[in-house]
């Protein structure tokens, strides 16, 4: 029987509402599991595969997440590669599928070292190229002092990003949609979550009371995510964070190709069934 490590935040011991369903799901098609936060533990290789879930404590320490991930690809498969996670734990990846064709939030990049720009929109963002759950993330409007904001972010090494407050997310709102094993499989709506003027927070709190529900997969959004999947390098699965432009064409607002949380309990078990099955092909290619 292949047995698959599911892999969670270090000290984390279960999948919230993604396990009920995952679980089930694995146990269908005769797959044991295992729940493993990141970092030190079991002997990796005693695994067929190691499919990480929900790590977004990585943030607070991204060089010691992919030192681990790299001990382990070492040793056995890893979903996602090492080359996606290396990629996709920093927000720098948007300049790569913007060059794609990939249409992507309109983003002015700070660097460490580079002078502040003149922001040019009413209402815009910044935010750090390496988050979870709007982590130092924050609105302003045009004018306001951003500095200290911007040079906190770069202090970690990490890129500034400033955006324009995308309007159309109160209204509208945000969609993900999952894409498991190249297939389109379910999709959520998402308030936002930026609606106001708020200091930077360190902790990922803005994002615990966001709104999420289920939501039907829109074709021209379905289409969009799996253009973006095409434009990554070879993905497992992935969650393609999506608003509409000015002009009611969904743009990027990140490819979720690292720790996607599932929002299983708001999709039909045919979504679990798709990842589980996911997986099995995987180990089996
Ligand atoms: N340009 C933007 N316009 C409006 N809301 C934004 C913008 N950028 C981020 N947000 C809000 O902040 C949340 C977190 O930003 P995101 O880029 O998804 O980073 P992460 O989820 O990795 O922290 C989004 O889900 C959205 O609600
Ligand atoms: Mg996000």
Redesign the pocket.
Known sequence: MARVALVVNRDATDLHNDGPPLLDAFERLGIDTDIVGWGSGPDWAGFDGVVIRNSWDYIFDRDAFLDWAGEVAAVTRLANSLEVLRWNTDKRYLRDLEASGVPI?PTVWIEPGDDLPGVVWDEF?V?PSV?????F?ARYSRGAEISGHVRQINAGGAAAMV????GS?EDVG?RGTYVFGGRVSHAIA?A???SSVRAPMEDLSA?SHQLVSGTTVEPRVSDFALQVVESAPPLLYCRV?TVMGDDGEPIL??LEATEPFLFLEHATSAAADLFAASVRDWLAS
């Open positions: 939030v963002v935010k988050s979870a759950g709007a982590r993330s955006q324009p407050y995308v997310i945000e998402k936002a979550v930026l994002s964070d607002m990140e």
